[in-house]
C-alpha cells in the first residue's frame, strides 16, 4: 500500500464513517442518554469504543461495508479511546486492549486493500476542567498514539478536536512518534470559529504548520452547511483539506448537531439524505478538497454516494 501522503497526491481520497452513531444504532455502543444529558460540550456523555472488544464482529462487519463501498481508508474504531474518557465510561483499565483490538480488526479487514488510521479525538479534559488541563490532556493522547503505533496504524486522524490548543499538543504528540497525521476540528456552535475563538483560516494554517499532511473540519454539520469554512481553509494552506461531514441537518442559529434537541435520540428527525453526499462528492475535487469522508450519521451507503459523485466528477 502506497502511503497516506502519495494517495492525497495522486487523487481525491474516500474515507469512511462515522462508525460510534451507526453502531449505536445497531444496539452495540453507549449513547450514554440513559444517565446524563448528553450533547453539552462538557464531556458527558459515552460514545466510547468499547464495541471493539465486546462485540467485535459488529464493528467487524461496518469496516467490510465500508470498504465495500470503496473506502481507501479504514478508521480504527478509537475515537474516544483515551485512557482519560475510556476511565470515566468505566473502561480505563482495558485502554490497550481497546484500542489494539479496534487496529487489528481495521487492519483484518483493509488487508492490502486499504490504509488503517488511528482516530485520536480530545480527551474531554479542556472542556472538563479548562486550559490549566492542556498537559495533563497532551499525555493521555501521548499514550494512546504510542497505543496505536504499536498496534500498527498507518497514519492517524486527529479528529473532532474543540479547541485548537489540544489540537496542537496532539500533532505534536503525531510528529513525535514519526506517524502521519490528518487534522480535523469540529466547529460549535457556529462554523465561524473553533471552541478556543481561533477561525477555520486560522486553525488550517496552525495545523499545517504543526506538520499535519491534510487539515480540515470533521463532524457537527452537513455537508451544504460545511462548504464554506472549508473554502475559507481551503484559501488559507497548501496542504489538501480533508472533510468528513455528518449526516444530520443543522439551523443557521445553531450550525452543529449535538446541540439540536434531537440529540441523541430523535436523530432520525433530523438525518440528511445521501443525496447531499453524492453532490458533495460531485464538487469536492473543484473545491480542493482531498480527503472526503463521512462522520455521524453516514453508512455505507453514504460513502458510496459520496464515491459516485467523485466518480461524476473526473
Ligand atoms: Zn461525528
Redesign the pocket.
Known amino acids: 500500500m502506497k502511503s497516506i501522503k502519495a494517495l492525497l497526491k495522486e487523487s481525491v481520497v474516500l474515507g469512511d464513517g ?1 462508525y460510534l ?1 451507526e453502531l449505536e444504532r445497531r444496539g452495540y455502543v453507549d449513547s450514554g442518554s440513559g444517565r446524563e444529558k448528553v450533547g453539552t460540550g462538557k464531556g458527558s456523555g459515552q460514545f466510547t469504543p468499547e464495541v471493539a472488544i465486546e462485540h467485535p464482529d459488529a464493528l467487524k462487519e461496518l469496516h467490510y461495508e465500508f470498504l465495500n463501498a470503496g473506502s481507501h481508508v479504514l478508521q480504527a474504531l478509537t475515537f474516544f479511546g483515551t485512557r482519560e474518557k475510556l476511565n470515566r465510561a468505566g473502561y480505563g483499565p482495558q485502554t490497550e486492549r481497546i484500542n489494539s483490538a479496534a487496529v487489528k480488526l481495521a487492519k483484518e479487514v483493509a488487508g492490502e486493500r486499504a490504509l488503517v488510521a488511528g482516530s485520536v479525538s480530545r480527551t474531554q479534559l479542556i472542556e472538563r476542567e479548562g486550559i490549566g488541563a492542556l498537559d495533563k490532556a497532551e499525555d493521555h493522547i501521548a499514550e494512546q498514539i504510542r497505543l496505536l503505533k504499536d498496534a500498527g496504524v498507518d497514519f492517524l486522524i486527529l479528529e ?1 478536536f474543540f479547541h485548537l490548543a489540544e489540537m496542537k499538543a496532539a500533532l505534536k504528540c503525531a510528529r513525535a512518534a514519526d506517524l502521519a497525521a490528518v487534522a480535523t476540528i469540529s466547529f460549535r456552535p457556529l462554523i465561524t470559529q473553533c471552541t478556543d475563538g481561533h477561525s477555520p483560516a486560522e486553525c488550517a494554517r496552525v495545523m499545517a504548520d504543526c506538520g499535519a499532511v491534510a487539515v480540515g473540519a ?3 454539520q452537513e455537508p451544504t452547511r460545511m462548504l464554506p469554512l472549508l473554502r475559507e481553509m481551503r484559501s488559507a494552506v497548501q496542504v489538501p483539506i480533508a472533510a468528513q461531514p ?1 449526516a444530520f441537518r443543522t439551523t443557521d442559529a445553531c450550525h452543529c448537531f449535538t446541540r439540536q434537541p434531537a440529540f441523541p435520540d430523535e436523530l432520525e428527525t433530523i438525518q440528511v439524505s445521501r443525496r447531499e453526499f453524492r453532490e458533495f462528492g460531485c464538487v469536492a475535487r473543484a473545491e480542493g478538497v482531498g480527503y472526503v469522508g463521512g ?2 450519521g453516514c453508512n455505507a451507503a453514504y460513502i458510496r454516494a459520496l464515491a459516485n459523485g467523485l466518480d461524476s466528477s473526473r
Request: charged share 10%; aromatic share 0%.
Open positions: 462515522g452513531i473532532t470533521n463532524c457537527e455528518a462522520c455521524c
